[in-house]
């Protein structure tokens, strides 16, 4: 699908609406006590918030408002179907356990999907109001009034690489050990930040993102900031990624390279 | 040592110029490129920052002007004496690590120890702007304008717990598995957070913090806030924590023996 640059620029301007809405929405819930979480699963700990489900509706509503030809696929509401063969894919609190735990690592994602893949994709954080933003030959980050460009850094070696997950099992049994045998390479290796972590790779600030497990809906809008930003986001085979599954996603294409190399030994 | 009003706020007006002094130093450099980062120790990773000793060194500038009698304990410039039986206990940036892979959960921690622990506590977030205040009765957060008190949740069991620590390996292989048998109880574990963790604890917003091999410029700014805020710092034999070591915080007290009692089998 060709998108020209009107269209382009209309595309972005619902996304940032989008994420402007769900900003007001989630920072309203943030933070405050005695916040209701349910459990979506009975087993486990994968809590909605109320906020979750809110932002959702409100970022449904300006696409009913603006973009009504458009399918829509979010985690809380599921598909909606639509006419232009685009898809906006949204998450409106990755994160959640970041969320009820008050930490700043949390996000609003939002990708938007034209066949193969995100042609935009947007991360809001909003408590530091940072917005990382990517798609159409763009990739910047704001925060008020302050703006600038995002540009991955080079990083040949996995010896010098930070690698970032949200959580220390990873995934599967054979998941983990994967992924222990990158970080044993690596020089650093941090948990905990979730979207963000794909937020500091398209900043420069590290170099490896590696997770299992995700939906689409966790990885469209990570995939658009960060290719944006002139990273490389794969699963860990080197194949597509923006289905969800397994993602690797770096700043350098030899550091991608070097790690799939050993998540495939 | 008795310290009357006007003293208290003296000292408290004294910690709030440090950590405003050490804010603009410490956002100078964090997320530049190419920061100067040294080995401080020729095994692990244990990076010192420029950031790190020019903020130490602000700090003790304000020191030498406004409380030249107090002694002064910080983590790069080590001991200077003083005369008054007050030492402030400086943590330039604790989460060096977070600092260097640009995520906003390091912060600059200032303790004011009077012989038997900290009478005053502070944790400074620069990027968020998030300023954490604990002592003489009093506790607050402050962000730009905005102002509230900071007060523990209550949390009785265990299993409502969420439970922040900063590396999953936590201290020595027997450290590790006493903080994963407290962790199999909880609601919810996470990772990676740095003095950050304690912050949120003092929101609120969780539980616990369990942490090993710390120093007591990594404690003594937490355990006043945490204090402050109605929870409480031990060891994890339930003895006084602010010279380091191992470390428990809890916003109840319930909680906390809860999980001392598990630490301790």
């Not at 006419?83 to 990755?94: F, K, N, R, Y």
């Not at 590696?210 to 194949?239: F, H, K, M, R, S």
Request: charged letters at 25%; one cysteine or more; proline letters at 4%.
């Amino acid at each position: 699908m060709e998108i020209n640059k009107a269209m382009q620029q209309e595309l972005r301007a619902v996304a940032e609406e989008m994420a402007d809405t769900a900003r007001k929405v989630t920072l309203r819930y943030f933070r405050t006590r005695d916040l209701a979480i349910e459990n979506k699963e009975r087993e486990g700990f994968d809590p909605v918030t109320v906020a979750d489900r809110e932002a959702e509706q409100a970022m449904r509503a300006v696409l009913a408002r603006r973009r009504p030809e458009d399918a829509i696929f979010g985690e809380e509401f599921g598909h909606s179907t639509g006419s232009s063969g685009l898809t906006w894919v949204l998450d409106p609190i990755d994160g959640t356990r970041a969320f009820i735990s008050g930490a700043p690592s949390w996000g609003v994602l939002i990708g938007l999907e034209a066949g193969q893949g995100p042609v935009l994709g947007l991360i809001d954080q909003p408590f530091t109001g940072e917005r990382f933003f990517g798609g159409f030959g763009q990739a910047d980050w704001r925060r008020g009034t302050e703006k600038a460009p995002l540009n991955t850094r080079p990083c040949r070696r996995l010896e010098d690489a930070i690698l970032m997950t949200t959580f220390p099992e990873v995934g599967t049994g054979e998941e983990e050990m994967s992924f222990n045998a990158v970080s044993a390479r690596c020089k650093l290796t941090r948990f905990g930040l979730d979207c963000y972590a794909y937020a500091l790779l398209a900043l420069g600030q590290i170099d490896l993102v590696i997770e299992a497990g995700l939906n689409a809906y966790d990885v469209q809008g990570p995939i658009g900031v960060v290719e944006g930003a002139g990273g490389v986001v794969t699963d860990w085979q080197g194949n597509p990624a923006h289905n969800g599954g397994q993602i690797i996603a770096a700043g350098d294409a030899q550091a991608h390279a070097a790690a799939l190399e050993i998540l495939n030994r």
